[in-house]
């Protein structure tokens, strides 16, 4: 289980880590609202491969089935971005997306 706990911290350092390149890129090459539009749908993005990684871990203990609550986050996201007019849809399913990328990174890393 040491080796599952350290490759769930290395995704979610690198989700970060992604998130934090990507927002930081948008906010100097594009606009302010579409970087903080990108900052919430990566937040979910981490909010999510968390639970996920939650969800995977209790697999064993008492679970028979990974939990179906994370599925929520991307439900949610959409949601606040269409309701709230400081954010854009694209940019939050984008930011949200940002988990994907790291993950691939950090399978090519691992071997």
Known sequence: MDGYFRLQRRLLLATLLLSAVAVAGTAVLGSIPTASSLLVGALAGLLYLWLLSRSVTKLGENARRVSKVQ?????????IAARTPQLSILPALLGFLLYKPAVILQA????
């Open 71 to 79: 599925l929520l986050v991307p439900v949610v996201l959409v949601l």
């Open 108 to 111: 090519v890393f691992d071997t």
